[in-house]
Nanobody, 129 residues
Framework: QVQLVESGGGLVQAGDSLRLSCVAS????????MGWFRQAPGKERDFVAA????????KYADSVKGRFTISRDNAKNAVYLQMNSLKPEDTAVYYC??????????????????????WGQGTQVTVSS
């Protein structure tokens, strides 16, 4: 079992930055692909970013490329999402997820919701215009 807890969300203005954190317990994240997803009210949960177990490979949704950066610290059992130049359309609940059983996710990162086995409870990010 892996427990994931996100933090760092909040209310900011357009153009501001936030750094989300996801800390795991119950099992080491080493070897796992990790991802961030987001869900706006009335919408599907969408892919934001993913990272390989080593941190050497990352993937991003087109909507956040160049503004968001995913990183991880396996020694701290944590994954981060640095969000810069925030826009009102980034408003959503942000979820951290762990892929424990797919080798492709571990080595390359994965963008599909179905490829993740564990999810956090989410942290709200609200960007005002």
């Amino acid at each position: 079992q892996v427990q994931l807890v996100e933090s760092g969300g909040g209310l900011v203005q357009a153009g501001d930055s936030l750094r989300l954190s996801c800390v795991a317990s119950g099992r080491t994240l080493s070897g796992m692909g990790m991802g961030w997803f987001r869900q706006a009210p009335g919408k599907e949960r969408d892919f934001v970013a993913a990272i390989s177990w080593s941190g050497g490979r990352t993937k991003y949704a087109d909507s956040v490329k160049g503004r968001f950066t995913i990183s991880r610290d396996n020694a701290k059992n944590a994954v981060y999402l640095q969000m810069n130049s925030l826009k009102p359309e980034d408003t959503a609940v942000y979820y951290c997820a762990a892929a424990t059983s797919r080798t492709t996710c571990s080595f390359f990162g994965c963008a599909g919701k179905h490829e993740y086995d564990y999810w956090g409870q989410g942290t709200q990010v609200t960007v005002s215009s």
